[in-house]
T-cell receptor
Framework: DGGITQSPKYLFRKEGQNVTLSCEQN?????MYWYRQDPGQGLRLIYY???????QKGDIAEGYSVSREKKESFPLTVTSAQKNPTAFYLC?????????????FGPGTRLTVL | QQQVKQSPQSLIVQKGGISIINCAYE??????FPWYQQFPGKGPALLIA?????SEKKEGRFTISFNKSAKQFSLHIMDSQPGDSATYFC????????????FGKGTSLLVTP
C-alpha cells in the first residue's frame, strides 16, 4: 500500500518545547516538501528536499528545522523559536524535481500549542 | 507575499450548476498549474493540472482554462454535485524552487441539493 504517512495525527505541545513531526513515504520519490496550513491562508512552504542530505528553505522556514538522512523520511522539527506554531502541517512528495509533476500529500498533523 | 491570487474565497452553487474559481499570478517562470481538492481534516489531492502550452484541459466534469497573456487560469466544475463540496486550491510551480507549490488561499465550495 503506497503513500505518505504522517504521525501523529494530533500533537499538543507546551510553549518552549521542541517537537518533531514524522513524514515517511514509500513511493520512491526523490523530492519531499513540508507545508503549513492556516485557516484562510492556503498552504505555505516551510522546507523542501530534492535529494538525500540536501534541503532548502521555503517561504516560512524561521523556527523550523528538517533533516533528510533517508530517501523515505523527512522529519520536521518545530522549535521554540517558532512564534505561532499552532497549525495543520502537511508533508508531500513528488517523483522528481527536474520536472513538475503530481505532489502527493500525507493526511497531516494538527499541532496545538497549549 | 502571495504569488498566486485566488477568488472567490467562498462559493455556493446549486446542484447541477457550474462552479467557477479563478486564479492569477505574476511570476512568468511558473510552468505548471495544478488544482487541488481538500476535504476537512485531510491532505489535498490533485484534481487536474495544466502546462502553459495549452489553453484548456478537460477531465470529466473538471476543466482548466488557461490564459497565458493575462496570467490567469480558472477551474470550471460542470454539473456540480454535493460531493464536490470541498476547499479548492490553485497552485503554481517553477523549476527554480524544486517545483514546490505556491498555493492560492483557497475557495470553499458548497454545492446545495
Amino acid at each position: 500500500d503506497g503513500g505518505i504517512t504522517q504521525s501523529p495525527k494530533y500533537l499538543f505541545r507546551k510553549e518552549g518545547q521542541n517537537v518533531t513531526l514524522s513524514c515517511e513515504q514509500n513511493l520512491n520519490h526523490d523530492a519531499m516538501y513540508w507545508y503549513r496550513q492556516d485557516p484562510g491562508q492556503g498552504l505555505r512552504l516551510i522546507y523542501y528536499s530534492q535529494i538525500v542530505n540536501d534541503f532548502q528553505k521555503g517561504d516560512i522556514a524561521e523556527g523550523y528545522s528538517v533533516s533528510r538522512e533517508k530517501k523515505e523520511s523527512f522529519p520536521l522539527t518545530v522549535t521554540s523559536a517558532q512564534k505561532n506554531p499552532t497549525a495543520f502541517y502537511l508533508c508531500a512528495s513528488s517523483f522528481s524535481v527536474t520536472a513538475a509533476g503530481t505532489q502527493y500529500f500525507g493526511p497531516g498533523t494538527r499541532l496545538t500549542v497549549l | 507575499q502571495q504569488q498566486v491570487k485566488q477568488s472567490p474565497q467562498s462559493l455556493i452553487v446549486q446542484k447541477g450548476g457550474i462552479s467557477i474559481i479563478n486564479c492569477a499570478y505574476e511570476n512568468t517562470a511558473f510552468d505548471y498549474f495544478p488544482w487541488y481538492q481538500q476535504f476537512p481534516g485531510k491532505g489535498p489531492a490533485l484534481l487536474i493540472a495544466i502546462r502553459p502550452d495549452v489553453s484548456e484541459k478537460k477531465e470529466g466534469r473538471f476543466t482548466i482554462s488557461f490564459n497565458k497573456s493575462a496570467k490567469q487560469f480558472s477551474l470550471h466544475i460542470m454539473d456540480s454535485q454535493p460531493g464536490d463540496s470541498a476547499t479548492y486550491f490553485c497552485a503554481a510551480s517553477e523549476p527554480n524552487s524544486g517545483y514546490a507549490l505556491n498555493f492560492g488561499k483557497g475557495t470553499s465550495l458548497l454545492v446545495t441539493p
